[in-house]
């Protein structure tokens, strides 16, 4: 690799699906992960096989049909696919397990070198950490030519300690080291002159890539991973939109556009398509229900939009008044042509591939053009937030386990809110029922508890008009968590702790009340698909 070029490793499907809600099944990782793929991403941490069967599948799954796919990527090279390990054998067998079908296949361990961390969390000192990266190093690759080492909480470890446990791991075989700045600490000065201390004072650093991992707990992440990069690191770890623990990690659109929009400052190149960006931030959006905040950097709904009279005025006389990056350089596209009532089929779908969606199923796109027809009755004009969010809300869908057929709600200042509703269940077979509730929304969420009959917890609902205008259809997004759910429990690799899982729902229509059951219908689709693989996963445990 030549080095002016920055890897790009994407590690939404593990650090990012280790946020809060950002639960994704294997179709969805698998679906990311070509998305991903797509965009360019050079690498791609496709989950913690150790955890459970459905993390190691879904991994296994990525490495067989999206490790071989290089159609259209600029580095003419499939994704490495990586798997991520603890510091122990057993951990670094499954993770090779996981994604050796892949032609590019990475074991990514590690271990912490924190003070704080090897008293508190490993009960270790620092000279049974050091033995236990050389074994654990020496073993993956053993295993794998591609190693990959990260001394957790680096950005609070003693850097000369740092120095020592990586000259160590280089030399039992690790091609890329790793500085996560765990917790989001450390400022661009101080990650920065880290990386570059690293570097000159490491034996054998001219023989590895060194990257950046940096958390967003200050609001520094994509700051300090420049900073890294500006200090001589050429692989950046980044998930899309940010997501990840806690606050969330580098986002990779901000880092991609970063090398893009200032050249002469950086002087760097990667693989990314950065036309790619939006629809692959509206994808990890849908599926884990992690809505984008509208003034996010790059993919915020409002990032290209210059609302003020006075910014108008300067656009219209030349755009590079306020305007830093051109909305076409992420995938951002204006329409020519309007699409309405009378539009049909040929012209709905010319439209869905000028916006990127030029791989859908011929089912995916009848059902899509229903929906269109149907909101184009509502609605005057179709625009295209209407038909990305047509697509979100018909795609980017969990198998229906259950499906709405119709939902009738009745409110209003003087009556008590009613909701009746019909369901087709798992067995074919039509469910309906009624229920009151506080409002039209709570009335329609209970008519349907009636009928499934599943107890959880609404942790979030948020509705959100697609676009301006009294007749904007709606997007509703929401979470639940099970009431017991001990069925479908994930596991945190770092807290070494299982977190309950919590399942996201998104639904669109041009009815509020429709658009939120269509959000919870889907939430509680993705949970029970969940219980039912946590059980059948039991029962292969019993079994085998
Ligand atoms: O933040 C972190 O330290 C990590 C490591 C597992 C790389 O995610
Ligand atoms: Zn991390």
């Known amino acids: 690799m030549d080095n002016n070029t920055v890897l790009f490793f994407d590690t939404t499907l593990r650090d990012g699906e280790q946020s809060p809600g950002a639960t994704l099944n294997v179709e969805e990782k698998i679906e990311i992960a070509k998305q991903l793929s797509h965009l360019g991403v050079d690498i791609c941490e496709a989950g913690f096989p150790i955890a459970s069967q459905g993390d190691f599948d879904a991994a296994r799954r990525i490495a067989e049909e999206v490790g071989t796919l290089v159609e259209g990527r600029k580095s ?93 791991a280089i030399k039992a075989g690790a091609n890329t080291l790793n500085i996560p700045d765990t917790v989001g600490y450390t400022t661009p000065e101080e990650y920065g002159w880290l990386i570059r201390y690293l570097i000159e004072n490491t034996p054998g650093a001219n023989t590895v890539i060194w990257s950046t991992h940096c958390h967003d707990d200050l609001g520094l992440a994509t700051a300090n991973t420049l900073a890294g990069i500006q200090a001589g690191a050429r692989q950046v770890e980044v998930t899309i939109n940010g997501i990840g623990e806690r606050a969330g990690n580098t986002s990779l659109e901000e880092v991609a556009m970063a090398l893009r929009t200032r050249p002469q400052t950086f002087k760097l190149n990667s693989h990314i398509d950065t ?97 269109f027809k149907e909101w184009a ?16 809300d018909e795609v980017y869908q969990p198998p229906e386990i259950w499906q709405i057929n119709h939902i009738q709600v009745s409110c209003g200042d003087h009556s008590i809110p009613t909701a009746s509703i019909s369901l087709t269940g798992p067995d074919g077979r039509e469910h309906k029922d009624a229920a009151l509730g506080t409002g039209p929304v709570d009335a329609a969420y209970q008519a349907i508890n009636r009928i499934i009959g599943v107890k959880n917890w609404l942790t979030e609902f948020s509705i959100n008009a697609v676009t301006e205008g009294l007749d904007a259809a709606a997007e509703a997004t929401i979470r639940i968590q099970p009431v017991n759910g001990e069925r479908e429990r994930g596991f945190n690799p770092q807290t070494n702790r299982p977190f309950a899982r919590t399942f996201s729902g998104h639904g669109a229509s041009t009815d509020i009340v429709v658009a939120s059951a269509r959000a919870y219908l889907s939430a509680l689709n993705k949970m029970l698909a969940a219980r039912e693989e946590q059980s059948s996963e039991k029962r292969l445990r019993v079994e085998t």
């Open 377 to 392: 009755d509502k609605k005057k004009v179709v625009t295209d937030a209407d038909i990305e969010a047509i697509i979100v």
């Open 275 to 371: 036309t790619q960006i939006t629809r692959t931030s509206r994808m990890v959006s849908a599926y884990t229900g992690m809505i984008v905040q509208p003034n996010k950097a790059i993919v915020g709904a409002n990032a290209f939009a210059h609302e003020a009279g006075i910014h108008q005025d300067g656009m219209l006389k030349n755009q590079q008044t306020y305007e830093i990056m051109r909305p076409e350089t992420v995938g951002l596209t204006a329409s020519t042509l309007v699409m309405g009532k009378l539009s049909g089929r040929h012209a709905f779908r010319i439209r869905l591939e000028e916006m990127g969606y030029d791989n859908l199923s011929k089912a995916e796109l009848n059902a899509a053009f229903k929906r």
């Open 76 to 168: 003419g090279q499939p994704m490495t696919i990586a798997g991520l390990a603890r510091a122990s054998k057993d951990d670094i067998q499954r993770a090779y397990d996981a994604v050796k079908a892949a032609p590019r296949h990475r074991i990514h361990t590690f271990l912490a070198t924190s003070d704080i961390h090897l008293k508190h969390k490993l009960k270790i000192d620092r000279e049974a950490c050091v033995d236990q990266v050389i074994e654990s190093v020496s073993f993956a690759r053993r295993l794998c030519d591609d190693v990959e080492f990260s001394p957790e909480d680096a950005g609070r470890s003693d850097p000369d300690f740092l120095v020592q446990v990586l000259a160590e």
